[in-house]
């Protein structure tokens, strides 16, 4: 578990030891961020708190501290070098995630499906960048939720159940 805020993180971490299916361990941003197969973030952030350099390849992003114009979380090279999901896109990239590299120019919203769009569907119906043959294991998936109360529901229910998933999260 890594944050900006080392005595927040700390009392997080003693929180939650011993009532999840995980080892809950205190790290900086940076390490959490380069050993997890899932980053969730839920921050404040106006200037970003994942680096480009930090994340290796495969690892699942969960964006969902952007709700207003000009906040950012993770910087715009992870953005544009991931398959980029959200759940509205109308409202990602205006106050998701997605809105900076968007209003910089380096990411074109019809590229970024809706979760709900592609869920469901082949590989080779859901839209653009899927059909350059995805691996899931090998592709940068950063998903922008900004949709409401519920997004956080299913991440906070696999946490809670240490989803058999997911090997380690940060």
């Keep these: 578990v890594g944050d900006i805020n080392l005595e927040f993180r700390d009392r997080l971490v003693n929180d939650l030891r011993g009532k999840l299916a995980l080892e809950l361990v205190p790290t900086s ?23 480009k350099e930090w994340v290796p390849e ?33 409202q990602c990239r205006n106050i998701g995630e997605i809105n900076v590299p968007v209003r910089d120019g380096l990411l074109d919203p019809e590229q970024v499906a809706e ?4 869920e469901l569907l082949p590989v080779e119906l859901c839209g653009p960048r899927l059909d350059v043959g995805l691996d ?13 109360e519920l997004d956080g529901v299913p991440v906070a229910e696999a946490v809670r159940e240490g989803d058999s998933f997911s090997r380690r999260m940060g």
């Excluded at 899931?136 to 409401?148: Q, S, T």
């Design 29 to 51: 941003i940076e390490e959490t961020v380069r050993r997890a197969d899932i980053v969730v973030t839920a921050t404040p952030a106006t200037q970003p708190v994942v680096k």
């Design 58 to 90: 495969g690892q699942h992003i969960s964006a969902m501290g952007a709700d207003t114009a000009g906040k950012q979380e993770v910087e715009s090279a992870v953005t544009t070098g991931a398959l980029v999901r959200c759940d509205s896109r109308q």
């Design 115 to 118: 979760i709900g769009d592609v």
């Design 136 to 148: 899931v294991a090998e592709e940068l998936l950063h998903a922008d939720l900004v949709g409401g």
